[in-house]
């Protein structure tokens, strides 16, 4: 019985290996068939090491019957052959067809840009794989683009329309109009009711003075009159005082700007002293946003430059405004620089505290080449586009940017106006350009210590 088992066991891991074995051999078989087929063509176009050489082993196999080497044209496409390499191992290279050492296929011949010599700096795609990666292009136009600025920030208080409401003298506060914070009150407007004690010793001796009939008391009621300026009093204060013949030991302290009551830091009953502060107003007429922009764009801003602003809280109402100034204030984490705005509040329906959207206007648009954002690679050190040329050929192409604005950027140097970029796949010719570049820089000592074969 345990003979049987063993003699069962083995049959069957004979039969896994075998049908494992079959199974390799038939994918290996298949994937070569398909490689030659116009359909394995297409969907290994997408490989960008497959697009300047013909796919499958009818090719290969017609360079070693008319004994075609590296550096031979091939008559079928008119191109020079740079060398042969497994598209599977790519920085390998042979100066001869055959069979691939590494994969059971045979090597791929690579061509240069055309038939007087080897453009390594070129990549040549035909129209069915361009049409395949679905590569398109687009035309170097002149034009201009405006600057668009855009920042956020936070609404704060006008800061230069703001008053504090003081008492002029020491006394008590008899009644008080601006009660709580954030009370809205009107410029000229009653804030609170003093009694003014030291006022009374005052205006009673002027008084008594203009009473005299003495020719000799112009001296003596002029030092009176200063001495209730002295005590606080305001010419129109003393005035009154004058005109009406009694003592006025009660005023009334005045809102002098319009807005809202910011601060109470007094209450009825309370005795004050000369110089305490009754209440503070900030003016509402004006706002201040403060705006975070990129030290990149700073310089596009200037006093005075017009800003439109949104903001959640009031949705579908825009306000307008104008920068006030650029203050000299860089956070070191954001590298941004803070613009004062100074926005005009219709209605009074901006208050602090409010977050806004702004936009900057009116910015300076000059004249300059621009292509689509999309074509520009950034590599990190530059920027690459990659121009379209005659024949289906492709070079990367290193230019100087300027501003973006709406999908467009400018370019200051290295293109043309009426040439054309490509704005989609580039990044996949652009990996082909480079690997094909930097082979070519490979001197010959370079390419006996990395193994590959120069042509």
Known sequence: MKRNTVLIGTAMLAALIGTG???????????????????????????PSAWTIPQGEAAT????????????????????????????????????????????????????GGSGGADTGTVTVSPRVQQNL?????????????????AVGNLAWNERDQAVVAARAAGVVEKLYARAQFDRIAAGAPVADLFVPDWVAAQE???????????????????????????????????????????????????????????????EGMAVAAGATLVRIGGTATVWAQAEVPESQAALLKPGTPVRATTPALAGLAFTGRVQSLLPDVNPATRTIKARVELNNAGQRLVPGMTVSMSFADLKADKVLMVPSDAVIQTGTRSIVMLAEDGGRFRPVEVETGIESGGRTAIRKGLSAGQRVVVSSQFLIDSEASLKAVESRLNPSDAAASGVTKP
């Open 21 to 47: 074995a079959g199974a390799y051999f038939f994918g290996m078989n298949r994937g070569w068939n398909m490689a030659s087929t116009p359909a394995a063509t297409s969907a290994a176009s997408a490989d």
């Open 61 to 112: 196999k017609r360079h070693i019957k008319d004994g075609l080497k590296a550096g031979d044209m091939d008559p079928a496409t008119g191109s020079t052959v740079l060398y042969y390499h497994d598209p599977m191992v790519p920085g390998k290279r042979f100066d001869a067809p055959a069979k691939s050492p590494f994969m059971d296929m045979m090597l791929v011949p690579v061509y240069g």
């Open 134 to 150: 679905g590569l398109a292009t687009a035309v170097v136009a002149e034009g201009t683009i405006a600057p668009k600025v855009t």
């Open 205 to 267: 001796e002027f008084l008594s003075l203009r009473r005299s009939t003495s020719a000799d008391m112009a001296p003596l009621i002029d030092a009176a009159r200063q001495r209730m300026r002295l005590a606080g009093m305001v010419e129109a204060q003393i005035a009154q005082v004058e005109q009406g013949g009694r003592v006025q030991a009660r005023t009334t302290v005045r809102a002098p700007i319009g807005g809202l009551v910011t601060e109470v830091m007094v209450r």
